[in-house]
């Protein structure tokens, strides 16, 4: 993660990082094993060019434009899977072939990648699947009543 201050007025006093006149940036190279190797500076120099191509009115890669007042970056190895070629299809649905069982987890059929957010989406989409069965998990779990009540 690298966080970048771009000046554009003054730091308010005791604001922690809100300041209306400058931008804080969160971004994350994934997968990582190219840079985790590298250096900070080599890292920012990387980050400024990609930032450049998406922000040209604002940020050029020389620091011309917005200049970076501060940065810090994390290494933290394995936080996410490695997305290789071949292994979407390995991602098994909310809803399983064992009727009446769901899964729920980043490592679940969604559009994310094995993350926090793939981990809410799979989490609604479980949610989802349920109340798709509803219908059938009641009248079955109401058969399973009557039959328990038979015996
Ligand atoms: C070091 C690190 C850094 C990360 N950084 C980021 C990040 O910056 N941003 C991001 O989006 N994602 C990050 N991730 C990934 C993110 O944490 C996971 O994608 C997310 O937590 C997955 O959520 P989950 O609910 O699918 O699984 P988990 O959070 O792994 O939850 C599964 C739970 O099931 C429990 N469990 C397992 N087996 C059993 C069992 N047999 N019986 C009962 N309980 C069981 C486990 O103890 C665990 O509590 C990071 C992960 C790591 C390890």
């Known amino acids: 993660m690298i966080v970048c201050d771009y000046q554009k007025g003054n730091q308010g006093v005791g604001m922690e990082y809100y300041n209306p006149n400058q931008s804080m940036l969160e971004l994350v190279f994934a997968p990582a094993e190219e840079w985790i190797s590298c ?16 922000f040209p009115d604002e940020i050029a890669a020389d620091q011309s434009k917005a200049k970076i007042l501060k940065y810090h970056v ?47 989406l799979s989490g609604k ?6 109340v798709q069965d509803y219908e059938l998990l009641l009248a079955r779990g ?3 009543l009557a039959e328990a009540t038979m015996v």
Do not use: H, W
Request: a positive charge; glycine letters at 6%.
């Open 125 to 130: 989409l479980c949610a989802k699947s349920i």
């Open 74 to 120: 994390v290494k933290t190895p394995r936080s996410v899977y490695k997305t290789v070629p071949g292994t979407e299809p390995c991602r098994p649905l909310q809803k399983s072939p064992i009727e009446g069982f769901y899964l729920a987890g980043d490592y679940t059929k969604q559009k994310y990648l094995a993350s926090m957010e793939g981990a809410v």
């Open 39 to 54: 250096s900070d500076a080599e890292i920012i120099d990387a980050t400024m060019k990609e930032l450049a191509k998406l």
């Open 142 to 144: 109401q058969k399973n």
